[in-house]
């Protein structure tokens, strides 16, 4: 059973470039969370799909979006990109409903130069 | 807003001795779920263990097992027996069980801990 899935592994890009990070989620997942993850610092949550629509959004810039396909992989995409952008980007997957625990991917690095 | 503090950036143990990481938050919700995940330098967050704040008892995953201390707003974790696979990084996370418009189930991470496990 594979897990979660992102890619691609690490990206460089730089000021003002566009990127798209894609994720995977867990064999049977429906919902998908993005979370920020500056250097040596806890992960920030950026927003979260579920039936293809931004269920909640976490206190990030317009220039952060995303978009979840029919079959519950998810895209982030982040416009414009500034030098404080550079994080890993954590995917995480999980069952709809409050009680599900959500899985983790390994992240893509992003730095931006 | 809730909030979750790791006061200790970095602590270190000994092979097959015991360490505690300390997290304490705040919150103004009676319901809640606090996790401890670790995350290795493969980077993957795994999740170590889960506690639901109704629950009185301690969670307990063979060698890792929790404090909590709901009054308190405190919540540890205690590893036993450590090995060197358990070096990593160690973050405490709160996620509300009221499930709203405006809350779907994030977590609010902590800054985390540094575990250094020395052989």
């Known amino acids: 059973d594979a897990g979660v899935t992102q890619s691609p592994t690490h990206l460089i890009k730089t000021r003002g470039q566009q990127v798209t990070l894609r994720c995977s989620p867990k064999?049977?997942?429906?919902?998908v969370s993005w979370y920020q993850q500056a250097l040596g610092q806890g992960p920030q949550f950026i927003f979260q799909?579920?039936?293809?629509?931004?269920?909640q959004r976490g206190n990030f810039p317009d220039r952060f979006s995303g978009h979840q396909f029919p079959n519950y992989s998810s895209e982030l995409n982040v416009n414009a990109l500034l030098l404080g952008d550079s994080a890993l980007y954590l995917c995480?997957?999980?069952?709809?409903?409050?009680?599900?625990?959500?899985?983790f991917g390994a992240g893509t690095r992003l730095s931006v130069l | 807003a809730q909030t979750v503090t790791q006061s200790q950036p970095e602590m270190s143990v000994q092979e097959a001795e015991t360490v505690t990481l300390s997290c304490t938050y705040d919150?103004?919700?009676?319901?809640?779920?606090l996790f401890w995940y670790k995350q290795p330098p493969s980077r993957q967050m795994i999740l170590v263990i889960r506690?639901?704040?109704?629950?009185?008892q301690n969670a307990t995953e063979n060698r890792f097992s929790v404090n909590f201390q709901k009054a308190a707003k405190s919540f540890s974790l205690k590893i036993s027996d450590s090995q060197l696979g358990d070096a990593a990084m160690y973050f405490c996370?709160?996620?509300?069980?009221?499930?709203?418009?405006?809350?779907?189930?994030?977590?609010?991470f902590g800054q985390g801990t540094t575990l250094q496990v020395k052989p």
């Open positions: 995480a997957s999980s069952l709809s409903g409050i009680y599900s625990i959500q899985y």
């Open positions: 064999s049977g997942h429906d919902t």
């Open positions: 799909y579920y039936e293809e629509e931004e269920r």
């Open positions: 919150t103004s919700e009676s319901d809640y779920y």
């Open positions: 506690q639901e704040a109704y629950k009185q």
């Open positions: 996370a709160y996620r509300s069980a009221y499930l709203t418009s405006g809350n779907t189930g994030k977590l609010i």
